[in-house]
């Protein structure tokens, strides 16, 4: 899988001038942000990381999560997605032209990996929710298997929304935290939660959906991993007001621990961190000439070496993409 079979480059100018009105738009309201504590241990002890297009990200002193402080208000997020020009752009223009490869490269693999889940820890299939569903394609795959009785989308956004409903879905339209929704025997939270203006009561929403034994499978950018480390606030998902909190496999079990699940397993299944680290040498943004190996693995010897230098940042829980596998309660 390349980046250009997801992200296509033709649309990638004009989601980010889009972006960049969205987030003047938030920043319009900027004396309405507040502070927080840290959205991982709830510690008010944290130093200055990086600023970033207006937003300020800093780390926590005690779990080094990363996270955007002060932040805007849950309102003022609700309002972004709901009124998005660079989500609705993509949701018409981007995921339709990608979603082939989509299904390919990420969506039927995640499919197979959950079903594989439900199957090892022996979670019942009756019913299955998708928080953040986007444009539905992930739960049309998973409702094509047969294996759920029951298949929910849940998203704020409503051209997403309206997308999932022309693919047959059941849809909730709204955020987890509003609605209303018989529990579940699976949920699954992929790229949301670093979203979220308050992801404690956010994963608390999802508990209250689940049953108890229920699976959560969840993935989330990992901080410490290596296209997000090297980087930082040059890359294309450190960027606010979308991404707001940003876990590593330490921090993100604290935070689930804390709120009731037992996280069962982690890993980083990443594909493209050496490739975005590549890109973004090429276009002029970072420069390797100062890190002679870094050049030869991502430059010099690209052929060569890609392959087994992200198999082996996967390998080892570098990359940057992560997966948590976790239960409601204990076993």
């Excluded at 709830?42 to 002193?61: A, H, L, M, W």
């Excluded at 956010?202 to 989330?220: M, P």
């Excluded at 890359?235 to 876990?247: E, I, M, W």
């Amino acid at each position: 899988m390349k980046e250009n079979d997801i992200r296509a480059d033709n649309f990638r100018a004009e989601g980010r001038r889009l972006y960049k009105l969205d987030q003047d738009r938030v920043l319009s309201k900027k004396d309405q942000f507040v502070e927080i504590n840290c959205p991982a241990c709830g510690k008010k002890e944290y130093n200055f990381f990086y600023k970033r297009d207006g937003f300020i990200f800093v780390q926590c002193n005690i779990c080094e999560t990363v996270f955007v402080n002060p932040r805007p208000t849950q309102q003022i997020v609700f309002e972004h997605y709901k009124t998005s020009l660079a989500e609705k752009f993509w949701n018409e223009n981007v995921y339709p032209q990608s979603e082939a490869a989509r299904i390919k490269h990420i969506i039927m693999p995640r499919v197979k990996e959950i079903i594989k889940f439900c199957e090892k820890y022996k979670i019942p299939t009756e019913s299955f929710m998708d928080v953040g569903a986007g444009c539905g394609t992930f739960c049309e795959q998973i409702k094509k298997t047969g294996k759920f009785k029951q298949v929910i989308a849940v998203e704020p956004d409503p051209s997403p929304a309206e997308s999932c409903r022309q693919k047959g879905l059941q849809v909730v339209e709204g955020f987890i935290e509003n609605v209303n929704i018989n529990k579940v025997n699976v949920a699954t939270s992929i790229e949301s939660i670093e979203h979220v203006f308050n992801p404690i009561e956010y994963l608390k929403s999802i508990s209250d959906k689940l049953n108890d034994g229920g699976l959560l499978f969840l993935t989330t950018p990992n901080i410490k991993g290596f296209d997000l480390l090297v980087l930082g606030e040059h890359s294309d998902n450190t960027t606010a007001p979308d991404h707001l909190n940003y876990f590593h496999p330490e921090s993100i079990s604290l935070l689930l621990e804390t709120n009731g699940f037992e996280v069962l397993e982690i890993k980083t299944p990443g594909k493209l961190d050496a490739e975005l680290v590549r890109n973004k040498v090429r276009e002029g943004v970072i420069s390797l000439d100062k890190q002679a190996f870094f050049k030869r693995v991502l430059i010099d010897e690209w052929e060569k070496y890609s392959d087994s230098f992200q198999k082996w940042l996967a390998d080892n829980g570098l990359s940057s993409h992560m997966v948590v596998i976790a239960i409601k309660g204990a076993r």
